[in-house]
Nanobody
């Protein structure tokens, strides 16, 4: 019902910055939140940030608060994640998600972010 496409991943030096984008298509009227999770090899997928659509509420994981900023363009069904002061712990595949009910998330295919020292 909803398709999500991420872009913007890549390789960045420690201390650098990177921005990710996610665009939703399909039945976008069903989306309540959009946001990001990430997963590194050998680790569980972890929450990064989310934003309430057609509102201003944003939530962040403690590990990224103050460094990452999530924003939205509801007219374009797009969310962005601006990341600064990156370090090796931020290396992961970043997955965009759309929350369409209390217990259902729909996922993008992911985009790789690699932070090198």
């Amino acid at each position: 019902q909803v398709q999500l496409v991420e872009s913007g991943g890549g390789l960045v030096q420690a201390g650098g910055s990177l921005s990710l984008s996610c665009t939703a298509s399909g039945r976008t009227v069903s989306i309540n939140y959009m946001g990001w999770f990430r997963q590194s090899p050998g680790k569980e997928r972890e929450f990064v940030a989310r934003i309430l659509r057609r509102g201003r509420r944003a939530d962040y994981a403690d590990s990224v608060r103050g460094r990452f900023t999530i924003s939205e363009d509801n007219a374009k069904n797009t969310v962005n994640l601006h990341m600064i002061n990156l370090d090796s712990d931020d290396t992961a595949v970043y997955y965009c998600y759309a929350q369409v009910s209390a217990d259902v998330k729909l996922w993008g295919k992911g985009t790789q972010v690699t932070v090198s020292s």
